[in-house]
């Protein structure tokens, strides 16, 4: 299937990642809709607008459908004013470790103090290196997705 995105999601336990950092860009986004089935996230990062669909996760949280558009920046912080409760702000950072690209986000406000690192990968058997910083992973832990993250924040556990 054509837009399908594979991923695994880490905790990070320290900021050594932070030297490696080829870009940080600040990201806010909100939740049209947050059913698991079908999520609709609005986010700007940095300059830009996405909104961006997506579906149920299979069984192990590691794949699931996934379609993103750009849009200008204005649309993007009208359709922010729409969301459900919730507005995520985070950092992210881009992060090249072997043959792959970690995006580690800290995030601010009511979920300060979580830092998280997603790896993309091309199939979900897909070896990559780990670097010293990742901890545990947190893959297809729904209280870890950003959609639930803006309902429940990490603040409250």
């Not at 990642?17 to 609709?40: C, E, H, M």
């Not at 200008?72 to 950092?91: F, M, Y």
């Not at 997603?118 to 910083?133: G, I, N």
Request: with cysteine; net charge negative; glycine share 8%.
């Amino acid at each position: 299937m054509e837009h399908l995105e594979i991923e695994r999601k880490f905790l990070v336990k320290s900021d050594a990642y932070k030297k490696k950092a080829t870009s940080q860009t600040r990201i806010v986004q909100g939740f049209l809709n947050t059913d698991p089935d079908r999520t609709v996230r609005v986010r700007i990062k940095g300059n830009k607008g996405f909104l961006t669909v997506k579906g149920a996760s299979n069984e192990s949280g590691t794949t699931r459908f996934e379609w993103e558009a750009e849009i200008n920046a204005s649309e993007a912080t009208n359709l922010i004013d729409l969301c459900e409760a919730g507005i995520l702000e985070k950092t992210r950072f881009e992060v090249p470790f072997g043959n792959h690209v970690f995006e580690v986000d800290e995030f601010l406000g009511e979920n300060k103090g979580l830092v998280l690192a997603e790896v993309e990968l091309k199939h979900e058997e897909e070896r990559f290196e780990k670097p010293d910083w990742l901890g545990l992973e947190v893959t297809g832990q729904v209280q870890y997705y950003n959609s639930q993250l803006s309902k429940k924040p990490f603040k409250t556990w």
